[in-house]
């Protein structure tokens, strides 16, 4: 049996397409609902989360 190798914390670029499109809409939508999570309850991590769904909203911008 031979041993296999991997990088801890290597990342696997995402593939283009509607998989890609489906995975950000998804990031999006769960850093909206945090970020209102977090405004309810007047956390400092609202504006967190929004920066996230902004870097977000551009990608999917820039997608199509």
Avoid: T, W
Avoid at 2 to 19: A, D, F, H, L, T
Avoid at 52 to 57: G, L, N
Wanted: charged share 25%.
């Amino acid at each position: 049996m031979e041993n296999q190798y991997c990088k801890v914390g290597s990342i696997n670029p995402i593939r283009s397409g509607s998989q890609e499109l489906h995975l950000l809409r998804h990031q999006l939508q769960h850093f909206n609902q945090k970020a209102m999570e977090a405004a309810q309850k007047n956390s400092s991590l609202k504006d967190f989360f929004e920066r996230k769904a902004e870097k977000i909203q551009k990608m999917l911008q820039q997608s199509l």
